[in-house]
């Protein structure tokens, strides 16, 4: 079955056919409910626990991310202070190993520097400072011999602190590089440092970080210098455009955007007992890049479990409601079926009377048709025409007669379907009592009927009507004795409601029963070939017309049934109802 | 040959009447049970034709009253109705029954057998003319 068939109920866009019956239960409206609350039922859960997990997982793989990049920066950050506190070793075992004097050997120094570039690598040239800050004997390329450092800010931290890394500078020599000093003491109560140039080669690399996810790792001093090149900020010396991050002791990891207002995730550390800081930029996206792929798949699975399950849900409430109105159509099929069979019952039960009623007429008509033949056979010459002129009205008083009986039946038989007229109320009683005068009659019973007012006119489906005026008749004579009395009673009580009365004084129905009278296959006569729909069915009609059915009844006293019904039947014309169907309540 | 006809039917029973009178059948007639129990009194009947269902007695209550004046009498029953159970309950008690309409040759023919039968008013064998 395709898909939408098995999803679409069949009653979606029917509308209730006419009947008494009808209105049992808004298939629509209940089909919809139902699929709302099973929807609501195992969605939301479905929806809570599917966003929530979608939240924790974002967040650890947020933190995850930023834990990752924490990590790098903090392992770098102690290769960095690894290197430059072995440098800032070396220099204090150069100065523990020799003497103020030793070091004032040029020769020695150069031996120094050899060994030092040989274990260490990044040392550039090598230089003793005196207090004045005068720098003798200097080993390296440049023509540093007796430059004079006093005044600078290195010479003032280096002599006041004992040990000094510097910012990297160009300098003399014109390529970047950084110094680091050592203080010693020299014999005459003064001191000497001991300076050393280190190239940034090595410096570089430690800073260039291998990133998972790409991005951008440099050092900068503590005023914003670029003190290794950057990918995105440039080349060494030049100026970040960042903030310059607040001091700390520990790494810290921050998120900002770019210029171009893209997330990025920023990690830094303090180097310590130095002037840098190690930066790494990472862009958030490349980090969540993973979590990227990971969100589509979960939102993916969460999209089509709704789907599957909001199709599955449509799917067995489709089913379930389209087996629920096959059986309640069927059933209401059954009870026309039903209503058509006790309209052909009620003309059957009176067979009879009907009978009677025609053959009766038929009689006279063959009886005077013969009297006719046998006074032209007979005695021709004494009869008049006058005498045949009597004859042939009574045949023709008779034919009529026999006409307006199976007219009676054609009318009552007709029109199953709903069919509003405006017509005399009193004629219709009349008309209806006509099945039953002749079974009145031979059971002496007294069948009084009053209309109020006497013209009154009422807009109703004539047919239904009578159905139901016969069912009520039927019923009371069925409970009635010889000579009893029925009372037929229509008033106007309302300028839009017509109360119409069935009182008999026949045996009355048992208080247990009263309330049960109305249910369908209820009947105290089934042994003598009741149904138990008559009274069903005449409530289904009363319903149909508009109206409402009531019964009082005590046992040896009567039955008295009461139904109201709107003047006028407007057919109701709900969206859910065809036009016609049922007339509206007054 | 005296016949009483009692019928609620005036047109019908009166036209019978009169055509049974032109074939030398004397029938007296009358639309009341009350009527035909007075005539019965009055007069000696060979044979009455009774209405199954009247107005306030029936033809079975008529033809049991009836049947008390004049233990001799036979009767026929008309119906218009022809239901099962007055089939049953009249073809117990009469010569014949017969549903309207009936063509008068058949009436004749029963009114004849019914008299040469002699005897009781019933009829041997308990059957009767049911063809509708």
Same mark, same amino acid.
């Given at each position: ?64 991310? *930023? ?55 990044? /040392? ?53 590089? /950084? ?23 090595? /410096? ?20 914003? &210098? ?9 080349? &060494? ?12 002791? %520990? ?12 997330? @990025? ?40 479990? +709704? ?46 009377? +009907? ?43 008779? +034919?009529? *007669? ?18 509003? $007229? ?20 031979? *059971?002496?019973? %007294? ?6 007012? $006497? ?92 109206? +409402? ?38 | ?41 009055? *007069? ?24 008390? @004046?004049?233990?001799?009498?036979? /009767? ?8 099962? @159970? ?25 009114? %004849? ?20």
């Amino acid at each position: 079955m395709a898909l939408h068939q098995a999803i679409k109920p069949q009653f979606l866009h029917q509308a209730a056919a006419g009947s008494p019956f009808r209105g049992m239960l808004d298939y629509r409206q209940a089909w919809l409910a139902t699929i709302l609350i099973m929807a609501l039922v195992t969605l939301t859960p479905l929806v809570v626990t599917g966003l929530a997990d979608y939240t924790i997982t974002e967040r650890a793989v947020q933190g995850e991310a *930023r834990s990752r990049t924490a990590r790098v920066v903090s392992n770098a950050k102690r290769s960095i202070s690894n290197y430059l506190s072995e440098s800032i070793s070396a220099l204090d075992l150069v100065v523990l190993e020799n003497s103020a004097d030793q070091l004032k050997d040029p020769d020695r120094l150069g031996g120094i520097l050899e060994h030092l570039q040989v274990s260490f690598l990044g /040392f550039a040239d090598l230089g003793l400072v005196d207090q004045n800050g005068n720098q003798h004997p200097y080993v390296g390329d440049y023509p540093l011999d007796r430059r004079n450092y006093r005044g600078e800010a290195w010479f003032e931290q280096a002599s006041r602190k004992g040990t000094f890394v510097s910012d990297v500078f160009l300098g003399y020599r014109g390529a970047p590089h /950084f110094v680091a000093v050592v203080k010693t003491l020299d014999g005459g109560g003064g001191f000497l440092l001991l300076r050393a140039a280190l190239d940034t080669g090595r /410096f570089n690399d430690l800073a260039r970080l291998e990133l998972i996810g790409g991005g951008d790792s440099f050092i900068i001093n503590r005023q914003g &210098v670029l003190q290794t090149p950057s990918l995105l900020h440039g080349p &060494v010396l030049g100026r970040v455009k960042l903030p310059i991050p607040p001091h700390s002791e %520990h790494t810290e990891v921050f998120e900002t955007t770019d210029a171009q207002g893209r997330s @990025q995730v920023v990690a830094y550390a303090y180097i310590p007992d130095s002037p840098f800081i190690l930066m790494v930029i990472q862009p958030t996206d490349e980090l969540l890049r993973s979590w990227y792929t990971t969100r589509i798949q979960l939102l993916a699975f969460l999209a089509i479990s +709704v789907v599957l399950i909001l199709v599955f849900i449509l799917g067995v409430a489709t089913y379930f409601y389209n087996r629920l109105h096959r059986a309640d159509m069927k059933q209401i099929a059954m009870l026309e079926g039903v209503e058509r069979i006790n309209r052909m019952a009620s003309i059957g039960s009176l067979a009879a009377g +009907v009978a009677h009623e025609i053959n009766n007429p038929l009689a006279v008509i063959g009886e005077k048709a013969g009297l006719i033949r046998d006074i032209l056979k007979y005695r021709p010459e004494t009869v008049g025409d006058e005498r045949f002129q009597g004859l042939i009205d009574s045949i023709q008083r008779s +034919v009529e *007669r026999g006409g307006t009986i199976t007219r009676r039946l054609l009318s009552f038989t007709r029109h199953l379907d709903m069919r509003i $007229d405006r017509f005399n109320l009193a004629g219709a009683i009349e008309e209806t009592l006509g099945f039953v005068t002749k079974e009145a009659e031979y *059971r002496s019973i %007294h069948v009084q009927v009053q209309v109020t007012p $006497d013209t009154l006119e009422i807009a109703s489906d004539r047919g239904k009507l009578q159905q139901i005026l016969l069912n009520l008749i039927t019923n009371a004579f069925a409970a009635m004795n010889e000579s009893g009395r029925l009372d037929i009673e229509a008033r106007l009580v309302r300028p839009d409601l017509v109360r119409l009365t069935v009182a008999d004084d026949g045996a009355g129905i048992p208080e247990e029963n009263l309330e049960h009278i109305f249910e369908p296959f209820f009947s105290t006569k089934k042994e003598t070939g009741g149904t138990g729909l008559g009274l069903t069915i005449t409530s289904g009609l009363v319903k149909k017309l508009g109206g +409402v059915i009531d019964v009082s009844s005590t046992v040896g006293v009567g039955t008295r049934v009461t139904v109201a019904l709107p003047l006028v039947c407007r057919p109701v014309s709900d969206v859910e109802e065809e036009e016609g169907n049922t007339c509206g309540s007054f | 040959m005296r016949i009483l006809l009692v019928d609620d039917e005036e047109e019908l029973v009166s036209a019978l009447a009169e055509r049974l009178s032109f074939r030398n059948i004397e029938a007296d007639w009358t639309t009341r049970p009350e009527e035909a129990l007075r005539l019965s009194g009055e *007069r000696e009947y060979d044979l009455a034709v009774l209405d199954v269902k009247m107005p306030r007695m029936s033809g079975l209550d008529l033809q049991r009253r009836l049947q008390k @004046q004049h233990p001799g009498l036979k /009767f026929i029953f008309l119906t218009g109705h022809g239901s099962h @159970q007055d089939f049953k309950d009249a073809s117990q008690e009469a010569w014949a029954y017969l549903v309207k309409p009936v063509p008068l040759e058949e009436i004749i023919d029963r009114i %004849h057998s019914a008299l040469a039968s002699g005897g009781s008013g019933q009829r041997e064998g308990k059957g009767a003319n049911h063809d509708q």
